[in-house]
């Protein structure tokens, strides 16, 4: 069995570095998940790190996804080890999100772990991801995708090496740390603005450079769109808890307010 026609696409789209839109969710809740994947969006991804869904959640997601029949399933794992990157992998993620990446060497071991070899050191057990990336290593290989996440202090600074680095396929922004990373007090923090923002130029400059997606986190489809402007491939909405909670806050505003019309 080769890879599905959504996972081949994909790959294709992203390492001809065209532009996607993504969502992002946090929540064990398959059937949200499915209905999120089944809006259009190109993939969505399954935060295994701060999300909260441990690894029967994320095999459950992936299958959510998949049985949209339209967006492809990411994950982004919990660390950047063989062992984490091939679970999400063999659970038919058809790429991985790994944070925390401060170097070339961090990347070249991210690459390595999703690889099957002679090209890296993933261990041959694809559960579930020969259903939909297919059982053939070489096949696995051409449309497994790899992100290195920039959001430290020393990924920002090596950023040009690590777009350098062979086999990766994209790197990831994630602005709540990288506003940590250039100074700021918390996420979102004013004080850092430019900073930030010549931060963000400094990656998307370094991804086109190197001919890799440059992708980025973002709280909302306004900025997600803005960010695509700026020069970034792909871009994620997230996500589905937050975005729970407005559309809750909204109903419960509408309900009680004061203006509201009786109705019949």
Same mark, same amino acid.
């Given at each position: 069995?080769?890879?599905?026609? *959504? ?21 064990? #809740? ?37 049985? &949209? *029949?339209?967006?492809? +399933?990411?994950?982004?794992?919990? !660390?950047? /080890?063989? $062992? ?27 690459? #390595?772990?999703?690889?099957? @070899? @002679? ?32 959001? $430290? ?13 062979? +086999? ?14 250039? +100074?700021?007090?918390?996420? !979102?923090?004013?004080?850092? *603005? ?16 190197? +001919? ?5 986190? $973002? ?9 695509? *402007? ?8 997230? &996500? ?16 009680? /307010? ?7």
């Amino acid at each position: 069995m080769t890879s599905s026609p *959504q996972a081949l696409e994909f790959a294709r789209k992203i390492r001809a570095r065209e532009r996607a839109v993504g969502y992002w969710a946090v929540l064990d #809740a398959p059937v949200a998940t499915e209905r999120i994947a089944r809006l259009g969006y190109d993939y969505v991804a399954l935060d295994a790190q701060h999300g909260l869904l441990g690894y029967s959640g994320v095999l459950h997601g992936l299958m959510a996804i998949d049985a &949209s *029949q339209r967006a492809v +399933g990411l994950v982004r794992v919990d !660390g950047n /080890s063989p $062992t984490s990157i091939g679970k999400a992998l063999d659970a038919g993620a058809v790429g991985v999100i790994v944070p925390l990446i401060d170097s070339a060497e961090d990347a070249a071991a991210a690459v #390595a772990a999703a690889k099957y @070899p @002679p090209l890296g050191r993933r261990s041959y057990g694809p559960m579930r991801s020969a259903l939909r990336i297919g059982p053939v290593p070489a096949e696995a290989d051409a449309t497994t995708l790899v992100f290195a996440m920039i959001e $430290t202090p020393e990924g920002l600074a090596n950023v040009k090496e690590i777009c350098a680095t062979p +086999g990766l396929d994209g790197i990831y922004v994630g602005p709540s740390d990288l506003t940590l990373a250039v +100074g700021g007090a918390f996420p !979102g923090d004013p004080a850092v *603005q430019p900073e930030f923002d010549h931060a963000l130029a400094t990656v998307a400059d370094a991804a086109a450079a190197a +001919g890799i997606a440059a992708g980025i986190h $973002t709280a909302a489809g306004a900025i997600a769109a803005q960010r695509l *402007q700026q020069g970034y491939t792909f871009a994620t909405v997230a &996500s589905d808890l937050t975005h729970l909670e407005l559309a809750a806050r909204a109903h419960l505003d509408a309900a009680t /307010s004061d203006a509201a019309t009786p109705q019949d």
